[in-house]
């Protein structure tokens, strides 16, 4: 099959690119380079000895985005390509709606054009908000709490819309929870443009001597050690969700909706001494507040994903450590040398 992969360049993207190249299906990328970096894709090409195609195009400019439609016999698309900053999104949320709205609404447009109607879209945990209980079901309420989270419920609406009005249209919404680790080659791995905003990345800064220490935000909540639980869940393990969702969109599914997770929680100490125990280095900590908006626990149950999907996580915190820490080590200023 031929997929187009918008943001293929990003985080998710390129492990997912690694993935399906190496399954055996053929990839455009459109990617308008606004938070990653091309050698992403020359790492991915790498890793998989095989050829892909990159336009440097933003999913909002609809004539670019045709010129590639017109020369790829596109069959599906994966598109990952959005802003993913919390905090961000809360300072500019116009930016938030145009980018990954918007951007998604000329997506569609262009898609309907050219007669292709099946589309898997990465959503996120962030739209179930604050759970009123765990693990996380995909009946459960969505109440998302910032402009982010929004746009990722918005755009999960716009596709339902779109097979309400013409159910030739397929949409597999996988509802991610939080991506940590990276390829096992230590080629490609997570590369935030600033300050890293996420547990993992922040740890494995720290662990280099990128950073100083760790800020821990809270010791006070309703969980065993008191420090915030999550879903980890690596990121290869997720980007082989991806393959199975082409799978079945070829049932014409309509629209369905996945939490992709482990269905394990650890807290932020785990995180921490598990870290410290595969890569021997110490990372030093405060205990600050709250970071504002986050929740205490969130961890799925990824139970439909296994029996509709038939996909199940299988790498272990251990792995999820160890592989960010390979990509860190080997990598310390990411992608920019
Ligand atoms: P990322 O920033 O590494 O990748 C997103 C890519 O999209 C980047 O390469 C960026 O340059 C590109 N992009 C952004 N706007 C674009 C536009 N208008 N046109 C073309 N390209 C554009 O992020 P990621 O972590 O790989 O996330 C991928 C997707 O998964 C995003 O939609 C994100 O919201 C979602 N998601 C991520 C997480 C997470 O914690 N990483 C969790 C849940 C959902
Ligand atoms: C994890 C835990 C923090 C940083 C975010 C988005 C979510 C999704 C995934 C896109 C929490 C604690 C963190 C630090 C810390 N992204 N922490 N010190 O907030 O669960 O989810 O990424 O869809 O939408 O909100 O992930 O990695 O930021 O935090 O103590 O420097 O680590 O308080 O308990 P989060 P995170």
């Known amino acids: 099959m031929k997929i ?3 943001g293929g360049a990003g985080y998710i993207g390129s492990h997912t690119c690694v993935e399906l190249l190496k399954a055996g299906h053929e990839i455009v990328i459109v990617d308008n380079l606004s938070n990653s970096n091309k050698k992403s894709l020359h790492r991915v090409q790498a890793i998989t000895e095989k050829k892909l195609d990159f336009y440097k195009v933003d999913i909002r400019d609809r004539k670019a985005l045709e010129q590639v439609f017109e020369k790829h016999d596109i069959n599906s698309v994966v598109h990952f390509a959005g802003l993913k900053a919390v905090g961000e999104s809360v300072e500019k949320p116009l930016l938030y709606y145009k980018n990954n709205v918007g951007g998604t609404i000329i997506l569609c447009e262009v898609m309907n054009k050219f007669d292709v109607k099946d589309i898997v879209f990465s959503s996120s945990a962030t739209v179930y908000g604050d759970p009123h209980k765990v693990p996380i079901k995909e009946k459960f309420p969505v109440h ?14 716009i596709l339902n819309d779109l097979n309400v009005s013409d159910s030739e249209w397929n949409a597999i919404l996988l509802r991610y929870f939080n991506p940590v680790g990276a390829h ?100 030093p900590y405060d205990i600050l507040d709250r970071r504002s908006g986050d929740i205490a626990e969130c961890y799925a149950d990824p ?34 040398i």
């Open 184 to 283: 096992e080659s230590g080629l490609i791995g997570e590369d935030p443009n600033d300050i890293p905003n996420n547990l993992m990345p922040y740890i494995s800064q720290v662990a280099v001597g990128k950073l100083d220490k760790l800020h821990v935000f809270g010791k006070d909540y309703p969980t065993e050690d008191g420090t915030g639980v999550r879903d980890y869940i690596h990121v290869v393990d997720l980007s082989l969700g991806h393959l199975n969702a082409l799978d079945k969109l070829q049932e014409n599914p309509g629209v369905t909706v996945y939490n992709l997770g482990t269905g394990e929680g650890y807290s932020v100490l785990e995180m921490i001494s598990t870290f410290e125990k595969v890569s021997g280095k110490s990372i």
């Open 4 to 6: 187009l992969v918008t």
């Open 303 to 336: 139970s439909l994903a296994k029996k509709e999907l038939n996909w199940e996580a299988k790498r272990g915190i251990e792995d999820m450590c160890k592989d960010a820490w390979h990509w860190q080590k080997n990598n310390p200023q990411g992608y920019k």
């Open 144 to 157: 998302p709490t910032n402009p982010y989270g929004r746009s990722k419920l918005m755009i999960e609406e």
